[in-house]
T-cell receptor
Framework: DSGVTQTPKHLITATGQRVTLRCSPRSGDLSVYWYQQSLDQGLQFLIQYYNGEERAKGNILERFSAQQFPDLHSELNLSSLELGDSALYFC?????????????????FGAGTRLSVL | AQTVTQSQPEMSVQEAETVTLSCTYDTSENNYYLFWYKQPPSRQMILVIRQEAYKQQNATENRFSVNFQKAAKSFSLKISDSQLGDTAMYFCAFMKHFQGGSEKLVFGKGTKLTVNP
């Protein structure tokens, strides 16, 4: 168990709909990352949050947005869903500060949310 | 931009034998990290091994070891004494060094490894 929790595990919805994916990072981790895994694009970085603020953006569509809350959990919102958005969405967290003995720069992944858009 | 290439889409190995998975990357950075992640059928992404570019010594974790060739930008994974539980997709990943934290991971397309009994 990585300590990163993602809900739900599976999500089936229709085109045009909006969904929210939730991620709880490991205790004490300030950074949260979202990745999308699809057959044609592979594993791609979407967005990173650090302590509530957006830190980096990757190939994230304008229809997608994310936020990180004061308790450090994060949500990824996907709207106007298209068939091509069907994918496995991963959240990862990491220690984003220097700690003696800490394994910084290692990202721990949740089990993912499988999104199916019909 | 960094790119990671895994040239072997699929590989197979007999149980107890040794197999090597290849990975090359392209970067202009001098300080960075390289990782191998494993994704079994359960789809969980599991860290296998990590290498810091400034360290010349190759990382090892039990049956897993890497051959890191910085000049050649090569980072291969060797699995010794292969076990059935090693059957999985293996992803090579690159991360730029960032003082004070962690950067995004750039992944290769993966190598599907099957360990046969």
């Amino acid at each position: 168990d990585s300590g990163v929790t993602q809900t739900p595990k599976h999500l089936i919805t229709a085109t045009g709909q909006r969904v929210t994916l939730r991620c709880s990072p490991r205790s004490g981790d300030l950074s949260v990352y979202w990745y999308q895994q699809s057959l044609d694009q592979g594993l791609q970085f979407l967005i990173q949050y650090y302590n509530g603020e957006e830190r980096a953006k990757g190939n994230i569509l304008e229809r997608f947005s994310a936020q990180q809350f004061p308790d450090l959990h994060s949500e990824l919102n996907l709207s106007s869903l298209e068939l091509g958005d069907s994918a496995l969405y991963f959240c990862a967290s990491s220690v984003a500060r220097t700690l003696a003995g800490a394994h910084k720069n290692i990202q721990y992944f949740g089990a993912g949310t499988r999104l199916s858009v019909l | 931009a960094q790119t990671v290439t895994q040239s072997q889409p699929e590989m197979s190995v007999q149980e107890a034998e040794t197999v090597t998975l290849s990975c090359t990357y392209d970067t202009s950075e001098n300080n960075y990290y390289l990782f191998w992640y494993k994704q079994p059928p359960s789809r969980q992404m599991i860290l296998v091994i990590r290498q810091e570019a400034y360290k010349q010594q190759n990382a090892t974790e039990n049956r897993f070891s890497v051959n890191f060739q910085k000049a050649a930008k090569s980072f291969s994974l060797k699995i010794s004494d292969s076990q059935l539980g090693d059957t999985a997709m293996y992803f090579c990943a690159f991360m730029k060094h960032f003082q004070g934290g962690s950067e995004k991971l750039v992944f290769g397309k993966g190598t599907k490894l099957t360990v046969n009994p």
